[in-house]
């Protein structure tokens, strides 16, 4: 008979994960299973025009989305082409979100491979 194996505590991972990347600052996210899925097309720098078609998701509710993704930190925008990062502005985004391109960052790549 083998032995069971548990699951490390949250507290056991972020001390695997801070040895790992100690220059990274580690933070709890809360992703919705559509962002989550959204977070799948973002490994390449990808236009509003082609998440649209790819998810399938209204207009509307694919900008909340990628607002929320934005505000915790876990893509970013790029505008007016796909080399010039725009830094997120709440009053701002809603003007150029249909015309940005986005990309999951470092922490959004992290926590899509770990969940």
């Not at 809603?94 to 015309?99: E, H, M, N, Q, T």
Request: with cysteine; net charge negative; charged share 20%.
């Amino acid at each position: 008979m083998g032995a069971t194996r548990l699951a490390p505590s949250n507290q056991q991972r972020n001390s695997i994960l801070a040895y790992i990347c100690p220059t990274t600052t580690w933070r709890t996210f809360s992703v919705t299973d559509p962002e989550f899925d959204l977070l799948d097309e973002l490994y390449f720098v990808t236009p509003f025009r082609t998440l649209l078609q790819k998810t399938g998701v209204p207009a509307a509710e694919l900008e909340n989305q990628l607002r929320s993704l934005l505000e915790q930190g876990l893509i970013r925008s790029y505008w007016p082409d796909p080399d010039t990062e725009l830094a997120y502005e709440t009053t701002s985004f809603g003007a150029i979100a249909r015309d940005a391109s986005y990309l999951a960052s470092k922490d959004g790549l992290l926590k899509h491979n770990t969940r």
